[in-house]
């Protein structure tokens, strides 16, 4: 059984910031990569980062420049730090761990005022 558990959501203003964390535990191998997700209202699951366990990272193009995902391999946990935040960042962002298996975790809401 994996279980994720994210937190670092929360309120604010456009151009702010927020670190996300997600730790991961149980039964888990072989990670491919770790990552972060993202549904706003209405719009389909997006992937904005990844990392390998190497440090490879892949980010989307809505988000490149003002994200940056990092691991700590020893604690199987991913983080997420979103500067210079828009309204358009507004989601449930979910941590994801890519094995043969994809474990996504609960979501936890970032919403960014105008």
């Known amino acids: 059984q994996v279980q994720l558990v994210e937190s670092g959501g929360g309120l604010v203003q456009a151009g702010g910031s927020l670190r996300l964390s997600c730790a991961a535990s149980?039964?888990?191998?072989?990670?491919?990569?770790m990552g972060w997700g993202r549904q706003a209202p209405g719009k389909q699951r997006e992937l904005v980062a990844r990392i390998t366990r190497t440090g490879s990272t892949n980010y989307a193009d809505s988000v490149k420049g003002r994200f940056t995902i990092s691991r700590d391999n020893a604690k199987n946990t991913v983080y997420l730090q979103m500067n210079r935040l828009k309204p358009e960042d507004t989601a449930v962002y979910y941590c994801?761990?890519?094995?043969?298996?994809?474990?996504w975790g609960q979501g936890t809401q970032v919403t960014v005022s105008a």
């Open positions: 994801l761990i890519a094995t043969v298996n994809d474990y």
């Open positions: 149980g039964s888990i191998f072989g990670i491919k990569y």
